[in-house]
């Protein structure tokens, strides 16, 4: 689509059924709607052969049969989809509101934050709450959302060393994102905070609270609200 923000379409293979379509370059908005509603034009009209069709920042992954098709196949089945996309009506973003209790035994890593760039406790949070966040795509473990609109003001590196396990529901930084982690896992992101909300519960009839597309809006809390928001949920 030319120069600047879109580029050409780019075809990658991906072992021996995948195949990986490039929409741009960088974390944008702009690209990531293109890729969302690529996403959905394909699940429309699914090539055959396609057995999935995973939308992450800034490309889709294709996963295929290779028995019933192949990139020859795929490549002018994806690009005639490609031709009609200013037809298909992207649906508003829903905003998801998820409650964080910031800092103390939820945030170890506050004070790295804070000390990074000469904030206080209650300045981390108000920059932290204040956007709603888009869900560019869901990834790394079962309901992670990596978000994009993260306040200059609060980009702040990993950590030096990832701790081996980071507690289900951490909220966290990663250089110019931010995150939730919905299970128990590794990871080196800077936690500030933590939900009480089950973001992924499998034998929930929708197994996620959000998906890509979507907007998520942190809402603080206290310690007691937590503990009051955690027994609820234990119930459901």
């Given at each position: 689509m030319g120069s600047g923000l879109f580029k050409k379409t780019i075809y990658r293979l991906a072992g021996?059924?995948?195949?990986?379509?490039?929409?741009?370059?960088?974390?944008d908005p702009k690209i990531n709607t293109k890729v969302r509603a690529m996403s959905r034009a394909l699940e429309k009209k699914?090539?055959?052969?396609?057995?999935?069709?995973i939308p992450t920042y800034r490309s889709l992954l294709l996963i295929y049969?290779?028995?019933a098709t192949n990139p020859e196949k795929l490549c002018?089945?994806?690009?005639?989809?490609?031709?009609?996309?200013?037809?298909?009506?992207?649906a508003p973003p829903e905003i998801v509101e998820i409650p964080v209790c910031y800092g103390g035994k939820f945030g170890p890593d506050m004070e790295n934050v804070q000390k990074a760039h000469q904030l206080t406790t209650?300045?981390?949070?108000?920059?932290?709450?204040t956007p709603a966040y888009?869900?560019?795509m869901v990834g790394f473990t079962p309901g992670f959302p990596f978000l994009g609109g993260l306040d200059k003001k609060l980009f702040t590196p990993r950590l030096a060393t990832p701790r081996m396990c980071v507690p289900?529901?951490?909220?966290g930084i990663a250089n110019n994102q931010t995150g939730i982690y919905p299970i128990a896992s590794p990871g080196g992101w800077q936690i500030i905070g933590r939900t009480p909300l089950?973001?992924?519960?499998?034998?929930?009839?929708?197994?996620?609270?959000y998906k890509a597309g979507d907007k998520i809006k942190f809402v603080p809390i206290s310690e007691q609200e937590y503990t009051l928001v955690t027994q609820q949920e234990e119930k459901r």
């Open positions: 021996d059924k995948g195949l990986l379509v490039e929409f741009g370059e960088g974390i699914r090539p055959c052969g396609v057995m999935e069709i049969d290779p028995g002018p089945a994806i690009e005639q989809v490609e031709s009609c996309l200013a037809t298909l009506v992207i209650d300045q981390v949070i108000q920059l932290h709450s888009l869900i560019y289900v529901g951490s909220v089950k973001l992924f519960a499998p034998d929930r009839g929708t197994p996620f609270l």
